[in-house]
């Protein structure tokens, strides 16, 4: 039976000085690599009944193959979450633990949450497929009449992948590809002569994704104790149709009311960062992780630099967790983790949308949308914890469960802009089991059924716009359910 604690007993041996740097080590390592991110993409593809390329071993395409079948299993349609836009948990097995895993790692996966983790994990590949149902709802009152609208698009694959292999005894190596997004909405102007929740007379919607790779190395520095370092390389895609009444709050104003400002397609960004981890066992029953990733800094959607501050930048936001995990049998684990995502320091999410009170958006000391201190979405830093359960039933099965909890980052004088991003859930359940085939831990199937409970916000319309003020004349509104299912294979 698999053990539900991360660490083993046994001392960490010294590391062979040959293997620190041998190529020939290192090639090996990497073919390895390609073979199972084959494998990955193969049972994407499966998943979705598209037919794997079939490819010889020494192919270089490998690698491109894999992404490729990663993109082609749905990371081109917009994904929602469930912290603001970052993902409750990556991979079927962390979504079961509501994300609860940096001090209990379960898969390949880790390095999206803890880098350290890694170190703690056996040879294996793991692939996973979310269908995502968000539905959300939001009324207004622009122009001084009341609407409501139903936002359509409501089914969104969500793939994640993760390998990880030991490069000798100390060092694991690795890769943890997973999607946030979160900001997305399509709101249908399906009768003639009606108009959209901001007074267009065309569909109103944004859809944004973000795609991150994890390259990882992990090492253990002592018996107990486990480091972790990854690159986050982002790659992120945007598109805005039916804003075209927001033309008057820019610089250029009204004359070409689209362009860098809406309709203008999709627009891609990419960009930098990094993440470092640590796990260490306290005794025989605690463990304890944490992990720190800096922002990354993506580079500016060109198309849209009228609609986001600092000409079109969206950089992928600071955020930390701390985590402990308690082994109360030999075969249940509780977990428990907190987790900080600083949406304040991007200013694109983080500044103020419009004034409420008066005929002056920009009252407050806002700035043109696409400057510096242009208008945004208000969000603030968001606090969310986590609590999770693991119960290794026996040879064959293994239990999963977690409830999480966090103040959503939308405040109620700031729900105008969120029409277009109601990312106002706070609490979050999740159930999933893993069933090993003949009781071996050769393979493995994981399924999760996650729900977001549902949570509104309610405020005012801006005055400027054709709002009461004290009147509550916007409303969002959201729940979502996930399904999850996930394969792992070790080798």
């Given amino acids: ?105 379960q898969d390949s996966l880790a390095a999206a949450m803890n880098p350290a983790g890694m170190g703690l994990i056996k040879q294996q590949a793991d692939a996973s497929l979310a269908l995502f149902s968000p539905i959300r709802s939001a009324s207004s009152a622009f122009g001084g009449t009341e609407r409501a609208s139903e936002s359509d698009n409501n089914l969104f694959p969500i793939p994640n992948v993760g390998y990880v292999d030991r490069f000798n005894d100390r060092v694991n190596i690795g890769i943890s590809i997973y999607a946030n997004g979160g900001m997305n909405t399509t709101y249908k102007t399906d009768t003639a002569g009606e108009l959209s929740l901001f007074g267009a007379d065309t569909d109103l919607g944004i859809n944004m994704s973000q795609l991150i790779f994890a390259p990882t190395v992990s090492f253990r520095a002592a018996p107990d104790h486990v480091f972790g370092v990854s690159l986050l390389a982002g790659y992120q895609q945007f598109k805005a149709y039916g804003l075209k009444n927001f033309c008057g709050l820019r610089a250029s104003g009204c004359a070409d009311p689209y362009t860098k400002l809406t309709d203008q397609g999709t627009d891609t960004a990419h960009g930098f960062g990094g993440r470092i981890g640590w796990m260490g066992r306290i005794n025989t029953r605690w463990s304890m992780g944490a992990a720190y990733s800096t922002k990354i800094y993506m580079t500016e959607f060109d198309k849209y630099k009228d609609l986001f501050a600092e000409q079109g930048d969206f950089d992928v936001p600071e955020n930390y967790s701390v985590g402990v995990a308690l082994r109360a049998r030999h075969n249940v684990t509780f977990a428990f983790d907190v987790q900080r995502i600083l949406y304040n320091d991007v200013k694109s999410i983080a500044n103020p949308g419009p004034s409420l009170v008066g005929m002056n958006p920009f009252a407050d000391g806002q700035g043109l949308m696409g400057s510096a201190t242009g208008l945004g979405f208000g969000w603030q830093d968001m ?48 159930m999933g089991f893993s069933y090993r085939p003949g009781g071996n831990n050769r393979s493995e199937w994981s399924v999760t059924y996650h729900r977001a409970m549902q949570n509104e916000v309610k405020g005012d319309f801006p005055q400027a716009f054709g709002g009461t003020p004290g009147a509550e004349e916007v409303e969002l509104k959201m729940y979502e359910n996930i399904l999850d299912i996930g394969y792992t294979l070790r080798y």
């Fill in 383 to 430: 606090t969310v914890y986590k609590l999770a359960m693991v119960y290794e039933k026996n040879a064959f099965w293994t239990w999963r469960a977690g409830v999480s909890h966090g103040k959503q980052p939308i405040l109620e004088d700031e729900a105008t802009f969120n029409i277009i991003a109601p990312a106002v859930i706070e609490t979050n359940v999740a």
């Fill in 1 to 105: 039976m698999k053990k539900v604690f991360p660490f083993e007993t046994a001392d960490a041996p010294p590391i062979p000085p040959k293997l620190m740097l041998n190529p020939l080590l290192l090639s090996r390592h990497v073919l390895k690599f390609l073979t199972h991110m084959t494998i990955v993409a193969k049972t994407l593809r499966e998943l979705q009944g598209v037919q794997p390329v079939r490819m010889g071993k020494m192919n270089r395409a490998w690698l491109c193959s894999a992404l490729c079948a990663f993109s082609a299993a749905g990371f081109a349609p917009v994904i929602h979450a469930t912290n603001g836009y970052f993902q409750i948990g990556y991979g079927a097995k962390s979504r079961a633990m509501v994300g609860a895993t940096t001090a209990l790692p």
